[in-house]
């Protein structure tokens, strides 16, 4: 699940890209004679590209921008000016400008994709704590609640509870699939919103429904289809757990 960057982000990211334009250029300038003008509009790219990881698209195009005039001041003729008499030198501002802007996407995707991966870790070793916990003959009411915990820090909850015997009301709730059904969709940035009030999972184990989980979230809380799904998951790794120990009960019985 991607997570819009926050204006805090975006701020911090854009001075390390200005104040890392400025800085290289700083060092640079002493052998600005000597290095050919496109490899330092090339340096020039390396705090871009921090920027754009940092604060995200637009720290990236602000950065770009402020190397592009880091470039143009300090290394074209005239020096200290933001005029350029060499048509050379226009052709690498330029270049630096669109290659920053380049370079800054691939950091955002970068960035993008590194979350991504840790997202989907976070959600691995949710469905691997409760079917250790399962496959150890743990009792089925501290299944439940582990369950009932690992879907709170999955969604952020402000509670989440079993019914045995679901309640008289009828709920939202999460199919199989993990679609939301029975509820006005709201959009957000990573997904929907899960509707406020309680959304009941069904508990399936072995062909038979041992009641529900019911979700209470908060106010505008995102819920992704890859988080959906998980919990999905973790109610069908619930459904085995009191699957089993009903054939256990009726065993002794």
Known sequence: ????VGAGAELVGIAIGGLGALAVSALLIPWRNDVINANAALVLVLPVLVAAIVGGRWAGVGSAVIAAMCFDFFFTKPYLSLRISSSNDIESAVIL??????????????????????TAQSELARLRRVADLAAHGAEAEDVVLSVCAELIGLFGLADC????VPAGRTLPSLARGGALQGAALEHLASGFALPVGGVAVEV???GRS?????????PDTPAALEQRIVAVALADELGLALASEDQQQRGLL
């Open 210 to 218: 041992f009641g529900q989980l019911v979700l209470e979230a908060r």
């Open 204 to 206: 399936i184990g072995r």
């Open 97 to 118: 400008g669109v290659v920053g802007l380049v370079a800054a996407e691939l950091g955002i995707r970068a960035r993008a994709h590194r979350a991504h991966a840790a």
């Open 1 to 4: 699940m991607r997570r819009p």
């Open 161 to 164: 509870r079993y019914e045995r």
